[in-house]
């Protein structure tokens, strides 16, 4: 059993945690919960290295013996040292190391997500989350936006991230590469203030719809690059909705006109 603070397990994680460069430079996250860690087992992510603790449930234990089996390695760790890593406030006692690999974009896809440097950690995992939900192609991310692997944003993702293509891309790359696919994909840029409103426009052509920050909207790079834009009519006439909200609105008005 790990015991001591100074462990090289317990500091690798430690920094995979609370630092982004770390997760950049090694390829590596961590996913805590019985829940996330299912996940990214369940989808094919290596799984590098497991922590448990003795407040493990059953479900957990279960999860443990399956990975066990699959050559990752794992460690019981003090109960003590499981809080002081974990950033919830009552730690489900299992975390894991994860190699990150890219999930590609499927060739045939004609409908995307644009993340425009959004840095909320909750916005960014439930838009993750809504994109996955909706069956949506991929997620472009562009400079400025959070980190997809962080810890808050996996959690508000709830694994999403397991399953839906995440890519990050500068504006030129992003509309030479929507533009010029099989099926050019249009970009339409959600405004708070300009274009047609949803309800009237056509969304079942190829799309990918460019969602900004709650707190900057979208960037001038974006509006350069987009090909039309629209807005959600909102007659109680306040001035914006959350950046996740204004989304799912979106995202399933797509669905929807897809599937009617």
Known sequence: MI???QNPKVRRVRE??????E????GAFVVEGVRLVEEAFSSGWPV???LYSGELSVRGRQ???????TGAEVEEIAAYLMDGLTDTETSQGILAVIRRKELPLPPDGDFFVIADAIRDPGNLGTLIRTCAAAGADGLFLTPG?????????????????FRLPIHRAGWDELAS??????????????????GQPVWQSSLRGPLALVIGSEADGVSPEARQAADSRIHIPMPGQFESLNAAVAAGILIFEVVRQRNT
């Open 3 to 5: 015991t001591s603070n």
């Open 16 to 21: 995979l945690l609370g630092k982004r460069s």
């Open 23 to 26: 997760r950049e430079a090694s």
């Open 48 to 50: 590098e290295l497991v």
């Open 63 to 69: 999860a443990l013996a399956e990975l066990g089996q």
């Open 145 to 161: 936006s959070v980190d997809p692997f962080a810890p808050k944003v996996l959690r508000a993702g709830m694994g999403a991230q």
């Open 177 to 194: 590469t929507l533009h010029d696919r099989p099926k050019p994909v249009r970009i339409l840029l959600s405004d708070v203030e300009n």
